[in-house]
């Protein structure tokens, strides 16, 4: 459910031209959301019809703009419904953050150690030729530093489509993992992004507390942030109204991808989400609502995760877009077409989120254009 690298297709230019007719303005969602005309907001939401993508759902938060939602493009390319900010999205690997979040509330109760291997919460389960579970700890799960491949390079998602109705649950996805090779793509660091790790987090959280991680994300996160358009989707294959369609390139053409099941995604991937929610979560967490000082802190310690002067920390991944100004988010990409994309400054008084409706876009514009704007918020 990671976010990689996309490039700009020329079917996606062939909605670039209608983007840009589309209104970006959304009701107020505070007094102070006429001040957000103000030129970084606008010149931001003009850039963005111009990526490419079919629709994004736009949250701003600053001190001098309160919470602004906005949009640019259409929600539904087939009914035509413009984004205005409000819509419901699977949020993908930013589910990851949240996951990480449980288990670093758990290290602070002292239910669980980072330094404590994975067999000792789950005895026996990794013992491969290639994989030991007494040799991985839960902070090196956390900051995919664990040597496990990800399960979505097993034969069995080689067609995704195929497998978009099914219930699978997280355990079969780490055995699916542990039939496979070590990744040929780990930095000096151990750096190797796997969906695995946090599926696997998520049984230790089971193991500890008796409760699923999407129980636990209710409990500890959603309920306590009075987060009302935010849950654990289990099989559910819709998305809540108003909703943003999801679309992916199939045999040339963009294709509605929105129903699928993501079960399998679990404590990797699979909150839905709104982009006010997600960012009434990131403030919460940045400003020590969720985890004490310690275990905020350790969520913070990062290892360079191959990609410019980005940095992965427990659950979250540290941006430098503009040189010498750094920000805190998680990206996200899932199957059925929706990717997410966020910033937020350490002190939490100024984000921005971005749901997207399609598979294809220029992300890098896109990451630039949020670096710009949280940069230039006031």
Known sequence: MRCRKSILVALALAFTASLAMVSTTAPAASAET????????????????????????????????????????????????????????????????????????????????????????????????????????????????????????????????????DHVEPLQTVEQALTLPPPDDRTPAGFSYSNTNYNLAGLIVTAVTGHDIGTEIEQRIIEPLGLRETYWPGDRTTLPKPDLRGYAERNGALRDRTEWNTSGADASGALVSTGADATTFWTALMTGKLLAPDELAEMKKTVPDGSSNDRYGLGVERYERVPGFVTWGHSGHMESGHKFRNAVTDDGQRAVTLLIGSETFDSDRVDAIIGDLIRDLR
């Open 34 to 165: 006429p001040r957000c005309d103000a030129k970084p907001l606008q010149t931001a939401l003009k850039a963005l019809k111009e990526v490419g993508a079919s629709g994004i759902s736009v949250t701003v938060k600053s001190p001098r703009c309160g919470v602004w939602n906005g949009g640019v493009g259409l929600a539904d390319l087939k009914t035509g419904r413009k984004a205005v900010g409000n819509e419901h999205s699977r949020i993908a690997s930013d589910t990851k953050t949240w996951t990480a979040t449980v288990v670093l509330q758990l290290v602070g109760e002292g239910r669980i150690k980072l330094d404590d291997t994975v067999d000792h919460y789950l005895p026996g389960l990794i013992r491969t030729k290639f994989y030991d579970g007494r040799k991985i700890t839960i902070r090196q799960l956390l900051q995919h530093t664990s040597g496990l491949p990800d399960y979505l390079d097993a034969p069995y998602w080689n067609d995704l489509d195929a497998r978009r109705w």
